[in-house]
């Protein structure tokens, strides 16, 4: 008896070593806390966006607004040159809005993967796209640590027929649902560029990333950096500013 109870007990270790262990958390929640962790119900932030390439850098200043998981719109306010471009997200669909030609121009899926602004962030991802929540299936797969916390190491795979660009994204997610790093990776699952939080501080009543660095795996001296300047949570922000109407009458 005493032997058959040792073989379980080691079956028992070998499952919760395979495949996730008992006291875990749901991977699929991990993900979902951690978006919703970065946007909160509602945001406002100033960010300094910096594009440096190995002959030149460029720098703008970038004001955005958030509501939930769905809406965004944020405005180049610097340099002068491009002050007023601005972008908005509402749902599934994407504009953005040139003031020299006073034009409006909705994004197309295909056009949702590009660059912005010439940066290594893709119009989806300085939108904050959550479809890795419903669009991929989640799997813990290591667990690290960091700054005393227990961090999950996430793989995400896209659901058969799922409308997404990645073969797969690997996320690293402390269990205070703060995201220090999601990797990118195309249909034969290798890496594009990956996504880091460099500094993690007390920013709009929270602890935060406040610098972002996305950088292509083959690009070492490609990379954008993304500074927060200020960040508040929860203002009674209107509906009204994620509309076309608000995207033409820039908030700088």
Not at 33 to 51: C, D, F, H, P
Not at 71 to 82: E, G, L, T, V
Not at 123 to 149: C, F, M, P, W
Not at 241 to 251: D, G, H, V
Request: glycine fraction near 6%; hydrophobic fraction near 40%; aromatic fraction near 8%.
């Amino acid at each position: 008896m005493k032997r058959i109870f040792a073989a379980l007990a080691v079956l028992m270790c070998f499952a919760a070593a395979g495949h996730g262990r008992i006291n875990d958390p749901d991977p699929r929640e991990l993900v979902k806390g951690a978006v919703n962790y970065l946007r909160g119900k509602t945001s406002q932030a100033v960010v300094e966006m910096t594009i440096h390439r190995p002959d030149w850098q460029r720098q703008m200043t970038i004001k955005a607004w958030t509501e939930g998981r769905e809406n965004s719109i944020f405005w180049i306010a610097a340099p002068p040159k491009d002050r007023g471009n601005g972008t908005l997200k509402r749902g599934d669909e994407m504009w953005i809005f040139n003031p020299k030609v006073n034009r409006v121009i909705k994004l197309p899926p295909s056009m949702m993967s590009q660059s912005w602004q010439g940066s290594d962030f893709s119009n989806n991802d300085l939108a904050k796209s959550d479809n890795i929540v419903d669009q991929y299936t989640h799997e813990i797969i290591d667990r690290q640590t960091h700054q005393g916390k227990t961090v999950y190491v996430i793989r995400s795979l896209p659901k058969p027929g799922a409308p997404v660009v990645w073969g797969m994204q690997e996320l690293k997610i402390r269990e205070d649902h703060i995201l220090i790093r999601q990797a990118f990776f195309d249909e034969d699952q290798e890496l594009v560029k990956a996504l880091t939080m460099e500094k993690i501080e007390m920013l709009g009543g929270r602890l935060y990333p406040v610098k972002w660095k996305m950088q292509k795996a083959d690009q070492k001296e490609e990379y954008t950096v993304l500074d927060y300047q200020s960040l508040e949570f929860g203002l009674d922000i209107s509906d009204r500013i994620f509309t076309i109407a608000s995207l033409k009458n820039p908030r700088l």
